[in-house]
């Protein structure tokens, strides 16, 4: 089965968040959350813009399924190994927080974990296979979605919990 690009999974959630507006569930949230969601869109929108210049300055290549030229690990790629991503992400659930839709919002969350599962883990594999030593490093020391480094020279490894 082919793939869809993720521009066109993220078309198609937002299609399903406005038709949410029709479903149970509308106006779930309080008004005060049409806020948070016009944040969180700000965010997602300037993430992906930043991101996308990120790539255009490294030459690299931004479709999911071609070659990648370049590991970039700089700027937003600090913060995050997918902020395109995270982008797209914020801006489904800014605009389900603004349409204040619990329906929307579990559009957002599923393009996320599809997202997650989908495309990332793929892109995980090549970049790992492409680039060795230097995606595992990186990988390392920053999240897949949010977050700064897990572990440093300093700093030993969190203990994870069997439970």
Known sequence: MKRPLPPLLFALGVALILVSEYLPGAEAFPAWTRIVGAIAMSAGLILLVIARLQFAKAKTNILTFGEPGQLVTTGVFRLSRNPMYLGFALLL?????????????????????????????????????????????YACRTRRWLGWSRTSPSQPARPTSSN
């Open 93 to 137: 659930l800014g605009l389900a927080l603004a349409m204040r839709s619990l329906p929307a919002v579990c559009v957002a969350a599923a393009f996320a974990l599809i997202t997650d599962r989908w495309y990332i883990g793929f892109e995980e594999r090549w970049l790992s296979a492409k680039f060795g030593a230097a995606y595992e490093a």
